[in-house]
């Protein structure tokens, strides 16, 4: 399994997503006179986790948290909140990138541990 798979996919459709629809969302907020943007984060970008190779998805989401830290920030002044949630394990098709169709269902029990 290649550990270093390809950042373009994540970065394009994580980060720069989530940062095109925030823009195009304060946008339509300011004229309304505020609002509230919910992103979705991930737990991975908070913390490591050895037993997958998600570092491309990991840094692609830490951005995420960064642009709603600079975000809230940003758009206080305009009355448009803006919050991040970092989910854990949530089976997604997203583990279909670096799991095969079978290691998914023998894989993902493992990280219960990081639910509350």
């Known amino acids: 399994m290649d550990v ?4 373009d996919g994540f970065l394009n459709t994580i980060l720069k997503g989530k940062f095109f629809m925030a823009q195009a969302a304060a946008k339509a907020m300011r004229k309304r ?5 919910v992103q979705t984060g991930s737990l991975w970008a908070l913390q490591a986790i050895g037993a997958t190779p998600s570092s491309a998805y990991s840094a692609a989401n830490a951005g995420v948290h960064a642009l709603v830290h600079n975000l809230a920030l940003e758009l206080a002044a305009d009355k448009i909140r803006v919050n991040a949630v970092a989910p854990a394990v949530v089976e997604t098709p997203i583990y279909s990138t670096f799991l095969s169709k079978d290691e998914v269902p023998k894989v993902l029990p493992t990280f219960n541990a990081l639910h509350p």
Do not use: C, D, R
């Open 4 to 7: 270093l798979i390809n950042n």
């Open 33 to 37: 006179g505020g609002g509230a943007i």
